[in-house]
């Protein structure tokens, strides 16, 4: 926070300044085949810049940017003076300023867990060997754990700008995976475990392995399907993903520049009456969870759709003085390097009532999907064309039956979001900025045979 | 084995979006990874600390995992190799282009793709430039420096129409300075983008199911990038995770297919004059006439079966450790007429444009997307199709594919592997494959 506030102090007349400076320190070590392939140690840190420049009145401001990887100040010195150039040559634009406190208290979450730091790297190498060795002798089908992966990292923010924003963060965060891959005669399928938490102690080996082992080996004999109409069950985890592409056109920014396809659809009915969409960085159980947001506004509980009906979206300072509208306290931006956008941080569908099982029962004949892939090649949040490759089950009898691969799952965002069926009681909190839970959707397009 | 890789890169972006400059954007990286290998364990740290202090620090904490490495001072004589590249070649280097100059090209493209039609609602225009110095030594006594600049133009169109939106985008990217501009209009590239968008306002639903495909030369050579290029990279092969394990020296593509990566095209968007471990980039034949020739190895994969690198050990920068990673991936051209592939083709789809990808090195299974594609209905082009995802299997696509044609072009793209990003250079000519299932919803 010293940095950011002497950097921050340096601003001349008719300058807004604002400083955003992080430091971290990361570990990754991975296992295979009984040894450790590699370990890795670093420290990081970095700067970014970003300079107002004052216009005549009426004329609006200019915003220009600049980073850098190290908080050496000569370093520092130069990207100030970038930025302050780089300002020059930006469009004169009246909604362009820096975030102002706005009077929200931010909810404090303590994100920071010590155990990450205080736990002696040995325990950590065993946590990743341990992996692999289990994963390895859990089922005499897995014939190969391709990587076994523990990794922390442990990062503190401050932000500080010549309009009084102050607030430093610090979180630390601890990842354990495998992957693994089953086999039967010549056919081989993968399944990846996973278990997240803020220190090694938080971290769930053991389900990151039955995990792993459970989605491999119930591939195993998997074959095309025939193309037709079905219901689809999507695996929490791929509901996560679907929610962060859901999430961009939900972005204030995409809305006002044209580029969302839920522009203009306040008030209107967008889904299934049963959906209740919010963006809660303050639930703590979030791993995404944060007190501030990127520009050091407080991260607040935005309801985005309930209900059924679009609500509202999600803004940063710039995309809501275009919308004429006040920030929802969201702007995100991707480190040191990146300037702040509107985005979502932490979203949860509401629960419904019934478990995994209970919504197969009910489906009775379908597909469950537990992965996809080519979400950036066949998802596109302008249109809402959604096509995407997938692995999974037949639903059959309410069950799970054959197991399914190489076929596509298709339809629109929109269509898929108003033939919601069934929303799991199952909730899971995920990396990423969206929390998954079973979701089955009606009337999609299977590709196969 | 010890090894220092340093770094020096700095970057800068423009972007013009809803007509307006919204920020220019510059920074600067510069610090150094440390690499200690000892036997089947590699140590690694990274530091953006270059003071000597700052280097023994990070090469202390390397070390600390080579438990089994003899400790003690050694010192290894060094040269610069003969492979050494100092520049590639940029004639303008882009600090030397005024930032209004930059703007300009930003405001041209703009201009010519709201021009193109009336319907084109949004236009968002991206330039960026970077250049990357390198130094590499290790303790075999390898020596080597480069210093890449890239330079890359953008543009993403959205057009309204009565079905709601569609988006087109277009890309110009190559291991050049600004130059690239006086070969390259962005006019043409704006336009491109815009023709894209406006294609697909009248689009119907593409099919569903599997059907043969025409893909445009050019169109993207993502299908070769997914369908083998991964599932060729050695430490897929030495994990046995890639359907291609075991299969050298037999047919695994259709014998029209032979399939090269390599590194050193000069001015491909996947062109070096070192790799991130110092080796000299090489042309590599992967297939040969449908046969597997080789795998594609960095250091690390061919020190284990006692071969040299190929060129292919990249990283994103200073603080991610080296892997196997592809350079400029292309299909040899064949003899056919493109158009006469497509008059020979009685139905199904013809794909203009592909976007992304995504596949599984072990079970071969991959998708990539169209973003421009068209019904073909009696061997003629008729109505365009909405994006959608094709998925197939690696060797099973290959086998099928029946006609390659000579319009070969070459596409930029970025390549993710692991959480690193690389730059990527794929290439081909309008070819038929037999039959891919399309994940369309008609």
Same mark, same amino acid.
């Given at each position: 926070?010293?940095?950011?506030? %002497?950097?921050?102090?340096?601003?001349?007349?008719?300058?807004?300044?604002?400083?955003?400076?992080?430091?971290?320190?990361?570990?990754?070590?991975?296992?295979?085949?009984?040894?450790?392939? *590699?370990?890795?140690?670093?420290?990081?840190?970095?700067?970014?810049?970003?300079?107002?420049? &004052?216009?005549?009145?009426?004329?609006? %401001?200019?915003?220009?940017?600049?980073?850098?990887?190290?908080?050496?100040?000569?370093?520092?010195?130069?990207?100030?003076?970038?930025?302050?150039?780089?300002?020059?040559?930006?469009?004169?634009?009246?909604?362009?300023?820096?975030?102002?406190?706005?009077?929200?208290?931010?909810?404090?979450?303590?994100?920071?867990?010590?155990?990450?730091?205080?736990?002696?790297?040995?325990?950590?190498?065993?946590?990743?060997? &341990?992996?692999?060795?289990?994963?390895?002798?859990?089922? *005499?089908?897995?014939?190969?754990?391709?990587?076994?992966?523990?990794?922390?990292?442990?990062?503190?923010?401050?932000?500080?700008?010549?309009?009084?924003?102050?607030?430093?963060?610090?979180?630390?965060?601890?990842?354990?995976?495998?992957?693994?891959?089953?086999?039967?005669?010549?056919?081989?399928?993968?399944?990846?475990?996973?278990?997240?938490?803020?220190?090694?102690?938080?971290?769930?080996? &053991? &389900?990151?392995?039955?995990?792993?082992?459970?989605?491999?080996?119930?591939?195993?004999?998997?074959?095309?399907?025939?193309?037709?109409?079905?219901?689809?069950?999507?695996?929490?985890?791929?509901?996560?993903?679907?929610?962060?592409?859901?999430? %961009?056109?939900?972005?204030?920014?995409?809305?006002? /520049?044209?580029?969302?396809?839920?522009?203009?659809?306040?008030?209107?009915?967008?889904?299934?009456?049963?959906?209740?969409?919010?963006?809660?960085?303050?639930?703590?159980?979030?791993?995404?969870?944060?007190?501030?947001?990127?520009?050091?506004?407080?991260?607040?509980?935005?309801?985005?759709?309930?209900?059924?009906?679009?609500?509202?979206?999600?803004?940063?300072?710039?995309?809501?003085?275009?919308?004429?509208?006040? *920030?929802?306290?969201?702007?995100?931006?991707?480190?040191?390097?990146?300037?702040?956008?509107?985005?979502?941080?932490?979203?949860?569908?509401?629960?419904?009532? /019934?478990?995994?099982?209970?919504?197969?029962?009910?489906?009775?004949?379908?597909?469950?999907?537990?992965?996809?892939?080519?979400?950036?090649?066949?998802?596109?949040?302008?249109?809402?064309?959604?096509?995407?490759?997938?692995?999974?089950?037949?639903?059959?009898?309410?069950?799970?039956?054959?197991?399914?691969?190489?076929?596509?799952?298709?339809?629109?965002?929109?269509?898929?979001?108003?033939?919601?069926?069934?929303?799991?009681?199952?909730?899971?909190?995920?990396?990423?900025?969206?929390?998954?839970?079973?979701?089955?959707?009606?009337?999609?397009?299977?590709?196969?045979? | 084995?010890?090894?220092?890789?340093?770094?020096?890169?700095?970057?800068?972006?423009?972007?013009?979006?809803?007509?307006?400059?919204?920020?220019?954007?510059?920074?600067?990286?510069?610090?150094?990874?440390?690499?200690?290998?000892?036997?089947?364990?590699?140590?690694?740290?990274?530091?953006?600390?270059?003071?000597?202090?700052?280097?023994?620090?990070?090469?202390?904490?390397?070390?600390?995992?080579?438990?089994?490495?003899?400790?003690?001072?050694?010192?290894?004589?060094?040269? !610069?190799?003969?492979?050494?590249?100092?520049?590639?070649?940029?004639?303008?280097?882009?600090?030397?282009?005024?930032?209004?100059?930059?703007?300009? #090209?930003?405001?041209?493209?703009?201009?010519?793709?709201?021009?193109?039609?009336?319907?084109?609602?949004?236009?968002?225009?991206?330039?960026?430039?970077?250049? $990357? $110095?390198?130094?590499?030594?290790?303790?075999?006594?390898?020596?080597?420096?480069?210093?890449? =600049?890239?330079?890359? !133009?953008?543009?993403?169109?959205?057009?309204?129409?009565?079905?709601?939106?569609?988006?087109?985008?277009?890309?110009?990217?190559?291991?050049?300075? +600004?130059? @690239? !501009?006086?070969?390259?209009?962005?006019?043409?590239?704006?336009?491109?983008?815009?023709?894209?968008?406006?294609?697909?306002?009248?689009?119907?639903?593409?099919?569903?199911?599997?059907?043969?495909?025409?893909?445009?030369?050019?169109?993207?050579?993502?299908?070769?990038?997914?369908?083998?290029?991964?599932? #060729?990279?050695?430490?897929? @092969?030495?994990?046995?995770?890639? =359907?291609?394990?075991?299969?050298?020296?037999? #047919?695994?593509?259709?014998?029209?297919?032979?399939?090269?990566?390599?590194?050193?095209?000069?001015?491909?968007?996947?062109?070096?004059?070192?790799?991130?471990?110092?080796?000299?980039?090489?042309?590599?034949?992967? @297939?040969?006439?449908?046969?597997?020739?080789? +795998?594609?190895?960095?250091?690390?994969?061919?020190?284990?079966?006692?071969?040299?690198?190929?060129?292919?050990?990249?990283?994103?920068? +200073?603080?991610?450790?080296?892997?196997?990673?592809?350079?400029?991936?292309?299909?040899?051209?064949?003899?056919?007429?493109?158009?006469?592939?497509?008059?020979?083709?009685?139905?199904?789809?013809?794909?203009?444009?592909?976007?992304?990808?995504?596949?599984?090195?072990?079970?071969?299974?991959? =998708?990539?997307?169209?973003?421009?594609?068209?019904?073909?209905?009696?061997?003629?082009?008729?109505?365009?199709?909405?994006?959608?995802?094709?998925?197939?299997?690696?060797?099973?696509?290959?086998?099928?594919?029946?006609?390659?044609?000579?319009?070969?072009?070459?596409?930029?793209?970025?390549?993710?592997?692991?959480?690193?990003?690389?730059?990527?250079?794929?290439?081909?000519?309008? #070819?038929? @494959?037999?039959?891919?299932?399309?994940?369309?919803?008609?």
């Amino acid at each position: 926070m010293e940095l950011a506030t %002497s950097v921050v102090a340096q601003a001349q007349p008719g300058e807004g300044l604002e400083v955003y400076v992080t430091r971290g320190t990361e570990n990754e070590v991975r296992a295979y085949d009984g040894a450790i392939e *590699s370990l890795t140690s670093a420290d990081s840190s970095g700067v970014g810049i970003r300079v107002l420049l &004052e216009g005549e009145s009426g004329e609006g %401001s200019r915003l220009g940017f600049s980073w850098a990887g190290s908080l050496h100040p000569t370093v520092v010195q130069a990207a100030l003076s970038d930025a302050r150039d780089n300002a020059r040559y930006a469009t004169p634009d009246p909604d362009v300023v820096l975030a102002v406190p706005d009077g929200t208290a931010a909810v404090e979450q303590d994100l920071w867990d010590d155990g990450v730091v205080t736990t002696p790297m040995d325990e950590k190498i065993a946590l990743a060997l &341990e992996l692999e060795r289990a994963t390895r002798g859990a089922d *005499s089908r897995v014939r190969q754990v391709s990587s076994a992966d523990y990794s922390d990292a442990r990062v503190e923010v401050a932000l500080a700008s010549t309009t009084g924003i102050r607030s430093s963060t610090r979180r630390t965060t601890a990842f354990v995976s495998v992957d693994a891959i089953a086999g039967e005669g010549a056919d081989s399928q993968t399944g990846t475990g996973f278990s997240v938490g803020r220190a090694p102690g938080q971290l769930n080996p &053991e &389900e990151a392995m039955a995990d792993a082992v459970l989605r491999s080996t119930r591939l195993l004999g998997a074959q095309k399907a025939r193309s037709g109409r079905c219901t689809v069950v999507f695996d929490p985890r791929v509901v996560s993903t679907l929610l962060s592409v859901v999430a %961009s056109a939900l972005s204030g920014e995409a809305v006002v /520049k044209g580029r969302s396809f839920f522009a203009g659809r306040v008030g209107e009915s967008v889904a299934g009456t049963t959906l209740t969409l919010v963006d809660d960085p303050t639930d703590g159980r979030a791993f995404s969870a944060a007190s501030y947001d990127g520009e050091g506004l407080a991260c607040r509980r935005n309801i985005l759709i309930s209900d059924g009906i679009l609500r509202m979206f999600v803004y940063d300072t710039v995309s809501a003085r275009r919308a004429q509208t006040r *920030s929802t306290g969201s702007a995100v931006r991707g480190g040191f390097a990146g300037t702040p956008s509107a985005g979502c941080r932490a979203l949860v569908l509401s629960p419904g009532p /019934k478990s995994a099982e209970e919504i197969l029962a009910e489906v009775g004949e379908g597909l469950y999907v537990q992965s996809v892939t080519g979400i950036h090649s066949g998802v596109n949040p302008v249109s809402g064309d959604f096509s995407v490759g997938a692995e999974g089950l037949l639903i059959r009898g309410g069950t799970l039956a054959e197991p399914v691969r190489e076929v596509t799952v298709a339809s629109t965002l929109q269509r898929m979001l108003q033939s919601v069926v069934a929303i799991g009681g199952d909730l899971r909190w995920l990396p990423g900025v969206a929390a998954g839970q079973t979701l089955a959707i009606a009337d999609m397009q299977l590709s196969g045979d | 084995m010890a090894e220092v890789f340093a770094e020096d890169s700095m970057t800068a972006s423009a972007m013009l979006d809803d007509r307006r400059v919204e920020e220019l954007s510059s920074g600067r990286s510069r610090g150094a990874g440390i690499r200690v290998v000892a036997g089947e364990t590699t140590g690694f740290a990274h530091t953006s600390d270059l003071s000597e202090a700052g280097l023994l620090a990070a090469a202390a904490a390397a070390a600390s995992v080579a438990r089994d490495g003899g400790a003690g001072v050694r010192a290894v004589a060094m040269s !610069f190799g003969p492979t050494t590249g100092h520049g590639r070649g940029a004639k303008t280097l882009p600090s030397s282009v005024p930032k209004s100059a930059k703007l300009d #090209l930003l405001v041209r493209a703009d201009e010519a793709a709201r021009a193109t039609g009336g319907s084109i609602r949004q236009v968002q225009v991206g330039c960026g430039d970077s250049r $990357r $110095r390198i130094l590499i030594a290790n303790s075999d006594g390898l020596l080597a420096e480069d210093d890449q =600049v890239r330079t890359r !133009f953008n543009v993403m169109c959205v057009a309204n129409g009565d079905t709601g939106m569609q988006t087109g985008y277009e890309s110009l990217a190559r291991t050049e300075g +600004y130059e @690239i !501009f006086d070969r390259f209009k962005v006019e043409d590239i704006a336009r491109t983008a815009a023709n894209r968008a406006l294609a697909k306002l009248s689009a119907r639903p593409a099919p569903s199911g599997e059907v043969p495909i025409v893909l445009a030369g050019g169109s993207g050579g993502i299908l070769f990038h997914e369908a083998c290029g991964h599932g #060729l990279e050695a430490d897929h @092969i030495v994990k046995d995770a890639s =359907v291609y394990a075991g299969q050298m020296g037999k #047919l695994v593509a259709s014998p029209l297919v032979t399939l090269v990566d390599d590194g050193t095209v000069l001015g491909e968007w996947g062109n070096f004059a070192v790799d991130d471990e110092g080796n000299a980039p090489a042309r590599n034949v992967l @297939i040969e006439n449908g046969v597997l020739t080789d +795998y594609m190895w960095d250091w690390l994969r061919a020190r284990k079966e006692g071969r040299a690198s190929s060129g292919n050990g990249r990283r994103q920068s +200073y603080q991610h450790l080296p892997m196997v990673r592809m350079t400029n991936t292309y299909l040899l051209a064949g003899t056919e007429n493109a158009a006469e592939i497509v008059a020979q083709t009685s139905s199904g789809v013809y794909v203009s444009k592909l976007g992304g990808g995504q596949v599984n090195t072990t079970t071969g299974d991959f =998708v990539f997307g169209t973003t421009e594609a068209y019904l073909i209905e009696d061997g003629h082009l008729t109505e365009p199709l909405r994006d959608a995802n094709l998925i197939g299997n690696g060797p099973e696509v290959l086998r099928r594919i029946d006609a390659v044609a000579d319009d070969f072009d070459m596409t930029p793209g970025t390549c993710g592997k692991d959480g690193q990003s690389v730059p990527v250079g794929c290439g081909q000519a309008t #070819l038929r @494959i037999t039959g891919v299932t399309l994940g369309g919803t008609a």
